[in-house]
């Protein structure tokens, strides 16, 4: 029993570690470029400017099925509509893969 804790503990070391390579990227002062949704409830964003190498098809995704996600999609479509800049920080993948939003605000 002691030696199946203590695998799954090392099991749950190795796996942590690896979800905490991820980068979180701030960056300030950005246009948004395109906002959508697709996919049942997936909402996108991609910038003006240049985004992280890692993040897949050069967008930033939410999940619109929340309330949070709900906030992004009116916070993006208030930017998008009067060009007014936003701070974005997002989530990049060690490896190429999916980008995901952790906060964005209108500035």
Same mark, same amino acid.
């Given at each position: 029993?002691?030696? /199946?804790?203590?695998?799954?503990? @090392?099991?749950?070391?190795?796996?942590?570690?690896?979800?905490?390579? #991820?980068?979180?990227?701030?960056?300030?002062?950005?246009? +948004?470029?395109?906002?959508?949704? &697709?996919?049942?409830?997936?909402?996108?964003?991609?910038?003006?400017?240049?985004? &992280?190498?890692?993040?897949? @098809?050069?967008?930033?995704?939410?999940?619109?099925?929340?309330? /949070?996600?709900?906030?992004?999609?009116?916070? /993006?479509?208030?930017?998008?509509?009067?060009?007014?800049?936003?701070?974005?920080?997002?989530?990049?993948?060690?490896?190429?893969?999916?980008?995901? +939003? #952790?906060?964005?605000?209108?500035?």
């Amino acid at each position: 029993m002691k030696s /199946l804790l203590k695998t799954i503990m @090392w099991i749950t070391v190795f796996f942590t570690s690896l979800t905490a390579s #991820a980068q979180r990227i701030d960056i300030k002062q950005q246009t +948004v470029a395109v906002v959508g949704t &697709h996919e049942g409830d997936m909402g996108y964003l991609a910038l003006a400017g240049a985004i &992280h190498a890692n993040c897949n @098809w050069g967008a930033i995704y939410f999940d619109i099925s929340t309330t /949070l996600g709900k906030t992004y999609l009116s916070t /993006l479509y208030i930017a998008k509509t009067t060009k007014q800049k936003i701070q974005l920080v997002y989530d990049v993948p060690a490896a190429a893969g999916q980008c995901k +939003v #952790a906060m964005i605000g209108l500035q």
